[in-house]
C-alpha cells in the first residue's frame, strides 16, 4: 500500500519577522561587497520596521507602493528611494525562491517602478590649490596628522572608496612594472582592479607606518585621546571626521569623502588622462559613470573634431 503524499505547504502571503530574517540574511548572503551588505541590511531592517509597524497585510504590490509613498513623504533622495525599494524587490525575490512568498506576490513586488530623477546632481569638486590646501591642513609633525594627511593623500591620489580606503591592509601595495600599486584591489560588486600609487602618496603612507608602528592589519587605524594607536580598524565615521575636519581648516564647506574620489577623477583628465585610464583607476564598469564622475558636457562651439590633422588646405 503506498504512503499517502504530503501536501505542499501553500507560500504565504504575510511574512512574519522570522521569515522576514530569513529573507534579509539570504539577501546579504547574496552580496560580495561589504558596503554592500551594509546598504542593503539598513534598507531592509528599515523597512521591517515600517512594514510590521502596523497590521501586517499580504506582502505585494500594493503594499511596496504605500511604501514608496511613505519613502516620498519623508522627502528622501530619489537615489535613496530607488535603493530601498531594490532592497525590498531582493527580500521578495529570495521569499519566493524559499518558497516562503507566492510566485505572483513576488512578481508583482518587481514591477513596481522607481522614483523619476528629473535633472542631473551637482557634484563637489576641488580645484587643485583647493586639494593642496586641504593636505596643509594636516598637522604631520603629530602622529594623528601623519595618519591624516596619508588618508587624504590616498583619498585624492589614489581616488578609493571609503570601504575599500578602511579595508587596505600594510601589504596592500606592491611593485609592478617597476612602480607601486595596491594590486588585485577588490572593490564595489566584487570586481578586481590595480590602482596606481602616485609617488608623493607612497611616502605619505611610510611615514605613517613607520610613525605608528604598523606591520600587519589594516594601515589606518583609530588613535586615541593619549594620541597613541587603538583597536584594528578604523570606522567609517572616524573617517568622516577626518575629511570634515580638514575641510573646515581650509575653508571648504560640505566635503565628504567621496567628493575625494571625484576630485581625483577631475584633477586626472584636466592632467590629460585619457577617459579610459580613469575608467580603470577608479573601477567603473561603465564609461558613462566615469563621465559623471568629471562632469563632463559636449562642447560643439569648439568641438574635438574640429582639428583631426586631417583638414584640406584652404589655400589651394
Known amino acids: 500500500m503506498s504512503k499517502p503524499r504530503r501536501k505542499k505547504r501553500a507560500p504565504q ?3 512574519a519577522p522570522p521569515d522576514l530574517e530569513q529573507s534579509r540574511a539570504a539577501v546579504l548572503n547574496s552580496l560580495t561587497s561589504k558596503s554592500g551588505q551594509h546598504t542593503y541590511d539598513r534598507a ?6 515600517w512594514y510590521c509597524s502596523g497590521p501586517r497585510l499580504a506582502l505585494n504590490r500594493t503594499v511596496v507602493l504605500r511604501y514608496r509613498m511613505y519613502l516620498e513623504q519623508k522627502q528622501y533622495a530619489p537615489t535613496t528611494i530607488n535603493l530601498r525599494l531594490a532592497a525590498v524587490r531582493r527580500v521578495a525575490f529570495e521569499a519566493a525562491d524559499s518558497g516562503l512568498l507566492s510566485p505572483e506576490l513576488a512578481a508583482g513586488i518587481r ?15 576641488l580645484t587643485p590649490e583647493q586639494g593642496k590646501q586641504l ?19 590616498t583619498l585624492m591620489g589614489c581616488g578609493l572608496r571609503r570601504g575599500e580606503l578602511l579595508a587596505l591592509g600594510v601589504d596592500a601595495a606592491q611593485l609592478r612594472e617597476k612602480r607601486w600599486v595596491i594590486a588585485d584591489l577588490m572593490g564595489k560588486a566584487g570586481h578586481m582592479r590595480t590602482v596606481p600609487i602616485p609617488a608623493w602618496v607612497k ?25 597613541r594607536v587603538w583597536g584594528n580598524g578604523m570606522t567609517a565615521k572616524v573617517l568622516w571626521e577626518v575629511v570634515r575636519n580638514a575641510a573646515s581648516k581650509a575653508g571648504i564647506t560640505r566635503l565628504a ?13 584636466l592632467a590629460g588622462g585619457e577617459l579610459d585610464q580613469i ?10 559613470t566615469t563621465e559623471r564622475y568629471l562632469g563632463c558636457k559636449q562642447k560643439l562651439r569648439n ?14
Do not use: M
Open 13 to 15: 502571503r504575510v511574512l
Open 44 to 49: 531592509i531592517t528599515d523597512f521591517v520596521a
Open 111 to 125: 514591477r513596481v517602478k522607481g522614483v523619476r530623477r528629473i535633472g542631473v546632481r551637482v557634484g563637489n569638486w
Open 135 to 153: 593636505l596643509a591642513s594636516a598637522d604631520r609633525n603629530s602622529l594623528r596628522g601623519k595618519r591624516n594627511y596619508a588618508i587624504l593623500a
Open 203 to 227: 611616502a605619505a603612507i611610510d611615514e605613517w607606518k613607520e610613525a605608528s608602528g604598523i606591520t600587519e592589519g589594516a594601515i589606518f587605524r583609530s588613535i586615541n585621546r593619549t594620541g
Open 257 to 269: 569623502p567621496h567628493d575625494l574620489r571625484r576630485t581625483c577623477a577631475r584633477l586626472c583628465h
Open 279 to 288: 575608467q580603470f583607476l577608479l573601477g567603473h564598469v561603465s564609461i558613462q
Open 303 to 316: 568641438a574635438v573634431n574640429d582639428r583631426l590633422g586631417i583638414e584640406p588646405d584652404e589655400s589651394r
